[in-house]
């Protein structure tokens, strides 16, 4: 499955400010470390069958991790403090003004 494969090369690359890595943080909450673990010790297998599990039992995961698959951007709002660096692009916040 693709998303299967990007979700793992997301967290493999492991660069937090990377923006697939921290929305799979962020989307997938406590089961990101258990995630996270089996990419560290190169349990692929292990890695598709909580992956796959995780996605059957939240649509709104499925969906989020689709859109960001494709390009998209995700709705992340549990992210209250922190740096946003960008290469280029823009930052939209809470009251939809840009920034960058």
């Known amino acids: 499955m693709a998303l299967t494969s990007f979700a793992w090369s997301a967290i493999a ?5 990377n923006a697939a890595y921290d ?32 996605l059957e039992t939240n649509q709104v995961l499925r969906d989020s991790l689709i859109q960001l698959a494709m390009g998209g ?12 660096s960008t290469t280029g692009g823009s930052v939209i916040v809470g009251n939809r003004n840009s920034i960058g």
């Open 13 to 17: 690359g492991g660069v937090v400010g």
């Open 23 to 54: 929305s799979i943080k962020t989307l997938t909450g406590a089961g990101f470390a258990r995630l996270a673990g089996y990419t560290v010790n190169n349990q692929q297998t292990e890695f598709e069958i909580a992956f796959l599990a995780m």
């Open 73 to 84: 951007t995700g709705n992340i709002s549990s992210i209250t403090t922190g740096n946003i």
